[in-house]
């Protein structure tokens, strides 16, 4: 699955050192100790994986399809009552995640807060997907989209793409080097 979906892995040998495998190994495993109430040891294997793999965090308690292949790994999210389908692409700083404690602290108990991903889904660099929503089968979010809704299986998300501005007058660029040394002063970054 990794040498078919990474075209930087050529061998079965590398594909063993890519950081998703003992991230989805491990979940495999923390995910049975959850089931069977061992909650604590589960997130002990969680919090360690995430340490070997780059910040691969999956809660033990999410739910993973067959095939799920996490490219590059770095910053992804999958949080506690996610739902990911079968051969499902997921590439890195991808947050499967609820929307807040803020709301969830108002869902009946056991009601899900994080989203199901249908199979065959592609999620791009940097999406962002909250709630209990639903992303279809076959569907493709876009990198660096913020989903708050279910999206249709076979839809298309995408983010705007960025403006290209043209060369800043100099009074421009002053005034954008002045708002960053404020945001760098003020203890934002």
């Not at 994080?114 to 065959?120: A, K, L, W, Y």
Request: aromatic content about 4%; overall charge positive; charged content about 20%.
């Amino acid at each position: 699955m990794i040498v078919a979906r990474d075209p930087s892995i050529r061998t079965r040998a590398e594909a063993l050192l890519h950081p998703a495998l003992p991230a989805l190994w491990t979940h495999r495993l923390a995910h049975v100790l959850q089931n069977r109430g061992h909650r604590q040891s589960a997130r002990t294997l969680a919090y360690l994986a995430r340490a070997v793999t780059g910040g691969i965090e999956i809660h033990p308690g999410a739910r993973l399809g067959r095939r799920v292949f996490i490219d590059h790994g770095a910053a992804v999210v999958i949080g506690e009552t996610a739902e990911v389908g079968d051969d499902v692409t997921i590439f890195h700083q991808v947050t499967l995640g609820a929307v807040g404690w803020w709301r969830d602290d108002r869902r009946e108990t056991g009601a899900r807060r994080h989203p199901v991903v249908g199979n065959r889904v592609v999620i791009g660099t940097s999406a962002i997907v909250l709630g209990p929503v639903t992303i279809g089968d076959d569907a493709l979010v876009g990198a660096g989209s913020l989903v708050l809704t279910d999206v249709p299986p076979g839809a298309r998300v995408m983010a705007r793409a960025a403006d290209v501005v043209p060369q800043l007058s100099a009074e421009d660029r002053e005034e954008s080097a002045q708002l960053l040394r404020a945001l760098a002063t003020s203890g934002c970054w």
